[in-house]
């Protein structure tokens, strides 16, 4: 009876995060900080410059409360919701990641993070992770070779790290989605098969896409056709696949997924998206979710961003596409979902 329970309660989730997921929800930066040194990410570009960050390192668990209450008692935030614990940094470097995700629960509230899983975060015995949705792993690749081109860590250690993730947060409850975003780089293509393998071992699900420039300032830059470091431009052609964004085609009626979707950062200040940090004032600044979206569709930063670089802006590799690749996707997820309440 026990497992029965257990199989309707990851069927629930299951449909609770396919619902959540056409809705947008809310982006808290737990951590303001990251220790991978991603040369082609504006976060990565300042550990590699040695820049320390002007935020708040980590959001402190009772301010994470009160904000998660805020946003719930202003409408941002509603059964179902979505709420990430990243945008640019790396979340398990948090030293009360696991409290978070206590709150987290207490609150009702359906989880999603990504990692680079260069640490693992202490687990206590007493840990809950039902209610976590979605747990992304990030790879730049599946060889020694291509972390040090990128993330700059120890290959082997990944692996086992997120093995120890999986094989964890299943046993404490977790029956979310896990998945494997693989940034696929013109260094890296032939070992997307391996990698593919690896994960679906492991009952994680594998999303490769085109790895692009994530750095708003550069990224502009290189759009324009102007201000790009010489350098800077001929790593571009030699790594990534860039053409894939800029001369796609997409439907003119599509809209951004972020326009749907709330951002604040460590020090607990809105921010208009993932791909800007203009402020947009504090949580108790904004009356309204109606205010809010408002603000956001008359700004010129999404007008601008929408003409020119189109809604949707990661570019996920073909060898996943067909009519009935969400149909497959969701049949996996509620598989892997399943098969957890077992082990």
């Not at 299951?14 to 619902?19: G, H, P, V």
């Not at 790290?161 to 896990?178: A, P």
């Not at 904004?286 to 999404?302: A, D, G, V």
Request: glycine share 6%; proline share 3%; charged share 25%.
């Amino acid at each position: 009876m026990t497992q029965f329970l257990k199989a309707l309660a990851a069927a629930k989730r299951f449909w609770e995060y396919q619902k959540a997921q056409k809705k947008g929800g809310v982006v808290i930066e737990i951590t303001g900080t990251c220790n991978a040194k991603c040369y082609y990410c504006q976060v990565g570009q300042d550990n590699l410059n040695h820049v320390k960050s002007t935020k708040r390192l980590y959001f402190p668990v009772d301010d994470f409360r009160k904000t998660v209450q805020q946003l719930k008692a202003k409408g941002f935030l509603s059964k179902g919701d979505i709420l990430t614990l990243y945008c640019w940094n790396e979340p398990l470097l948090h030293p009360d990641f696991c409290e978070i995700i206590k709150i987290c629960g207490e609150e009702k509230c359906l989880v999603s993070f990504s990692t680079n899983m260069s640490v693992r975060p202490k687990v206590p015995d007493n840990f809950d992770a039902a209610c976590i949705g979605n747990i992304t792993f990030s790879m730049p690749g599946f060889s020694q070779a291509s972390y040090d081109k990128i993330h700059q860590f120890d290959f082997e250690r990944i692996k086992l790290n997120i093995e120890w993730m999986v094989r964890t947060f299943r046993k404490h409850g977790c029956f979310g989605f896990f998945l494997v975003r693989f940034h696929v780089y013109q260094f890296n293509v032939h070992e997307m098969e391996l990698a593919r393998k690896w994960a679906r071992s492991l009952g994680i699900f594998f999303e490769p896409y085109y790895a692009l420039i994530n750095d708003s300032k550069k990224l502009w830059q290189y759009i324009e056709g102007e201000g790009v470091p010489y350098d800077y431009l001929m790593n571009v052609s030699r790594d990534l696949n860039m053409g894939k964004y800029l001369y796609r085609n997409v439907r003119q009626d599509c809209e951004c997924d972020s326009m749907r979707s709330i951002f604040i950062d460590s020090d607990g200040r809105l921010f208009w998206c993932c791909f800007s940090d203009m402020s947009m004032g504090r949580l108790e600044d904004i009356k309204s979710l109606e205010q809010f979206f408002k603000m956001r569709c008359n700004s010129e930063i999404c007008k601008k961003c929408l003409k020119t670089l189109k809604p949707g802006r990661f570019e996920y590799l073909g060898y996943f596409t067909g009519k009935n690749f969400h149909r497959g996707v969701g049949f996996f997820y509620l598989y892997q979902s399943l098969k957890t309440c077992f082990l």
